[in-house]
């Protein structure tokens, strides 16, 4: 909603009324570390012109889940400008377009941020007034996942246990969520499948499944890494494995070897 409150006296033909008509982002996905234009349309209802129209923009607002706000530091820094433009005059009945170009705090958590917008202007008399607005906008971080290690052995024996490991990490600005890791493939395997949960930002953690090789040669599978992303959209990686299984080693079925 907009309040209004009237610096002056009391204008006999009513009061001007100025308010945002509607604003426009120039990207429907707004991501941190990037720029982007916010275009304002800002009307004057009023049947006689305002002049000396100055809009502000306050620090932004965030909205804590416990339903309190508290103010946010720059996470929108104007691009070649300041947090406030003049217009001179809007005449009557008239809508006039502004564009104002913001840079995003490369580190801005995941949310939609309120930037409440200030409107002070006079009328012909030079009576004050002042109407406060709020824009939304939304930011996104890029989900970023990365598998820094798969571990196998060198090589593996037939019916002996084989260990799978690998490490992996978020190094995105984005909790992923709903984080489960699976080892697929044609053999009898154990721990094949390990639920993380939330991979937290900068998280590391450790996946770690037993194969036992049934024949030799060439043994082939897959690590499945499985999360929720930024989009809400679930994100499967796949990093393929391959281990060379002998038969059993010389020394293991008699004292002979």
């Given at each position: 909603?907009?309040?209004?409150?009237?610096?002056?006296?009391?204008?006999p033909?009513?009061?001007?009324?100025v308010?945002?008509?509607?604003?426009?982002?120039s990207?429907?996905?707004?991501q941190?570390?990037?720029?982007?234009?916010?275009t304002?349309?800002?009307?004057?209802?009023?049947?006689?012109?305002?002049?000396?129209v100055?809009?502000?923009?306050?620090?932004?607002?965030?909205?804590?889940?416990?339903?309190?706000t508290?103010?946010?530091?720059?996470?929108?820094?104007?691009?070649?400008?300041?947090?406030?433009?003049?217009l001179?005059?809007?005449?009557?009945?008239?809508?006039?377009?502004?564009?104002?170009?913001?840079?995003?705090?490369?580190n801005?958590a995941?949310?939609?941020?309120i930037?409440p917008?200030?409107?002070?202007?006079?009328?012909?008399?030079a009576r004050?007034?002042?109407?406060?607005?709020?824009?939304?906008?939304?930011v996104?971080?890029?989900?970023?996942?990365?598998?820094?290690?798969?571990?196998?052995?060198?090589?593996?024996f037939?019916?002996?246990?084989?260990?799978?490991?690998?490490?992996?990490?978020?190094?995105?600005?984005?909790?992923?969520?709903?984080m489960?890791?699976?080892?697929?493939?044609?053999?009898?395997?154990e721990?094949a499948?390990?639920?993380?949960?939330?991979?937290?930002?900068?998280?590391?953690?450790f996946?770690?499944?037993?194969?036992?090789?049934?024949?030799e040669?060439?043994?082939?599978?897959?690590?499945?890494?499985s999360?929720?992303?930024?989009?809400?959209?679930?994100?499967?990686?796949?990093?393929p494995?391959?281990?060379q299984v002998?038969g059993?080693?010389?020394?293991?079925?008699?004292?002979?070897?």
């Amino acid at each position: 909603g907009i309040s209004l409150e009237r610096l002056g006296l009391s204008s006999p033909a009513g009061e001007p009324r100025v308010l945002i008509n509607k604003y426009t982002l120039s990207e429907k996905e707004i991501q941190g570390g990037s720029s982007f234009t916010l275009t304002l349309f800002i009307e004057n209802t009023f049947h006689r012109p305002v002049q000396n129209v100055r809009v502000s923009f306050e620090p932004i607002k965030l909205e804590e889940s416990d339903g309190t706000t508290r103010t946010g530091g720059t996470v929108f820094s104007p691009v070649e400008g300041s947090n406030s433009f003049y217009l001179e005059r809007i005449p009557a009945k008239t809508t006039v377009q502004r564009s104002e170009n913001y840079y995003v705090d490369p580190n801005a958590a995941a949310r939609t941020y309120i930037m409440p917008v200030t409107i002070d202007y006079e009328d012909e008399e030079a009576r004050g007034y002042k109407v406060e607005e709020t824009i939304n906008v939304p930011v996104t971080q890029e989900s970023r996942f990365q598998i820094l290690s798969v571990e196998t052995p060198p090589t593996a024996f037939v019916g002996e246990p084989l260990f799978i490991s690998a490490e992996f990490v978020n190094v995105g600005k984005v909790a992923l969520g709903n984080m489960i890791v699976m080892m697929e493939g044609d053999f009898p395997k154990e721990q094949a499948s390990y639920f993380v949960g939330n991979l937290e930002i900068g998280q590391s953690d450790f996946y770690q499944g037993i194969i036992y090789p049934q024949q030799e040669g060439l043994l082939e599978g897959e690590l499945v890494f499985s999360y929720i992303d930024h989009h809400n959209q679930e994100v499967q990686v796949r990093e393929p494995f391959q281990v060379q299984v002998e038969g059993r080693p010389m020394g293991k079925e008699g004292p002979e070897g």
